[in-house]
């Protein structure tokens, strides 16, 4: 038994023998090759970077050309610990070649952080690029509050106030008033019954402190069904964030009130403001913020508490809450599909010198609809004059109509009041439930197109009734 188990023992070796002579040959013979043997998992784990480089996609390495069979094995390198036992191809019993250790080239690299080393640290290099800050948007827009509008924006997110051009080869580069983060954004709005004109200016981090800063100034005409007015004025803002949920900030602005070209005369409301009109006023507020998406909320909510006081031609107060509330109330496994449920409640109170245009008014997409603009406000002798009291609210619930989540369908009511002084009369209470489409284009910019249908169940007898609203918008 014992000579028979020796005999098998010296076939075995002189086999491998023979099998290492043959492969050290290969390169020398005419014929065709052997198959070459299947990969077989490492015996520990493989680090990321230990093979050399092959063009092809990452996976085990490539079969190496096997070493002359000396009797003894490679030295290991700290990265591929050596195999327990002999590695071999899937049901050959042929050993594999083993991988060569790595080269060693005695160059140790300057440690980026001397204090910070160990077995568990590492240096790492990180290379990044800016990416696209400034743009410039063409775009137009249809809807039944505004009318036609168009819109030209130029917008810069990474602007620098201070950063003046040296050479015409700074402006043609773009290295010209770029690189400190600021935003600068010239925006004009041409339309068949708006134009709006503006220029906005925000540092962040006011004198690299947590301390925000804006400004901006604008130009406002408006034709409404009862007068045109224009306004011209500016806004200086500062802002802090407490948390990153929180947020306080103190602003004040400055305007020139232009109200001219009255429908009809007589209302003690509108003559009173006729003409030149100035403002000027402090506010401050207070916002929290959770919501997941500011643009398409389906999370969170946002809570905004402020107040201002006003004074120039006209001296007053005005205290204004809003809250929204956002409920996801299903998703697929992959967070698309979402179906939400939204609730917005919103209130204000304005002072007894309150001027006609500083009013609250009620009606239309934004605000109440199954109502024209303005439609569902206080009226004086057939003249819409807004209001002091201002409670208006919201329920909604959007859901999916298609797999791509392009077409959305809505549900809602919307109700709430609009009071020429501070009390509220359940006969002026208005609620209009309804029901819409949300279509999302990308090719036409960020905003869906929108078309509801509301229908008016509760209402004043002096309101304007529009069944249908929308909104389409195209920004490039």
């Not at 200086?236 to 009809?264: C, M, N």
């Not at 109170?349 to 406000?377: D, K, M, Q, V």
Request: aromatic share 10%; with cysteine; proline share 10%.
């Amino acid at each position: 038994m014992v000579g028979h188990a020796t005999m098998r023992t010296a076939s075995r070796w002189l086999a491998g023998v023979a099998w290492a002579a043959l492969a050290a040959m290969a390169g020398c013979v005419t014929g065709p090759e052997p198959p070459a043997p299947g990969p077989a998992p490492p015996a520990a784990p493989v680090v990321r970077g230990q093979y050399p480089a092959t063009g092809t996609p990452q996976g085990f390495p490539p079969p190496t050309s096997p070493a002359p069979a000396t009797g003894t094995s490679p030295t290991s390198s700290p990265s591929t610990p050596p195999p327990t036992g002999p590695a071999t191809s899937s049901g050959s019993g042929v050993p594999l070649a083993p991988v060569p250790p790595l080269p060693q080239t005695g160059l140790t690299p300057e440690p980026i952080a001397p204090g910070l080393t160990g077995p568990q640290t590492a240096d790492v290099d990180i290379e990044v690029w800016e990416t696209t800050t400034g743009r410039f948007n063409i775009g137009a827009g249809v809807n039944s509050d505004l009318g036609v509008t168009g819109q030209i924006v130029i917008d810069e997110r990474n602007f620098d106030l201070f950063r003046l051009p040296r050479s015409w080869d700074d402006f043609i580069s773009g290295r010209a008033f770029r690189g400190a983060g600021q935003a600068l954004r010239i925006e004009a709005i041409p339309g068949s019954l708006v134009q709006r004109y503006s220029v906005s200016f925000t540092e962040p981090y006011l004198f690299s402190t947590p301390v925000s800063m804006s400004t901006s100034g604008f130009l406002f005409d408006r034709i409404y069904q009862d007068w045109m007015e224009q306004r011209l004025g500016g806004r200086l803002a500062f802002g802090y964030r407490l948390t990153p949920d929180l947020s306080t900030a103190l602003s004040i602005r400055a305007e020139e009130v232009k109200v001219y070209q009255p429908r009809i005369s007589g209302v003690a409301a509108l003559d009173n403001v006729l003409g030149d009109n100035s403002l000027y006023s402090g506010r401050v507020s207070i916002t929290h913020d959770t919501r997941d998406f500011p643009f398409a909320p389906t999370e969170g909510h946002l809570l905004e508490l402020s107040y201002e006081q006003v004074f120039g031609d006209f001296d007053y107060s005005r205290f204004e809450a809003d809250y929204r509330r956002y409920f996801l109330l299903k998703e697929r496994a992959d967070g698309s599909g979402r179906h939400t449920l939204g609730v917005i409640l919103g209130g204000g109170i304005s002072g007894a010198a309150t001027p006609l245009f500083e009013n609250y008014f009620a009606g239309g997409f934004s605000t109440l609809r199954g109502f024209t603009f303005r439609g569902a406000s206080p009226v004086e002798a057939s003249v819409v004059v807004g209001g002091r009291l201002r409670i208006l609210g919201s329920v909604e619930y959007i859901f999916p109509l298609t797999q791509d989540d392009m077409i959305k369908g809505v549900l809602f009511t919307d109700f709430g009041t609009v009071e020429r002084d501070l009390t509220v009369r359940t006969e002026n209470f208005r609620v209009a439930p309804g029901f819409g489409l949300r279509v999302n284009i990308p090719m036409l910019g960020p905003a869906p197109l929108a078309f509801d249908f509301a229908f008016p169940v509760a209402r004043a007898d002096t309101d304007r009734l529009r069944v249908f609203s929308f909104f389409v918008g195209v920004n490039r």
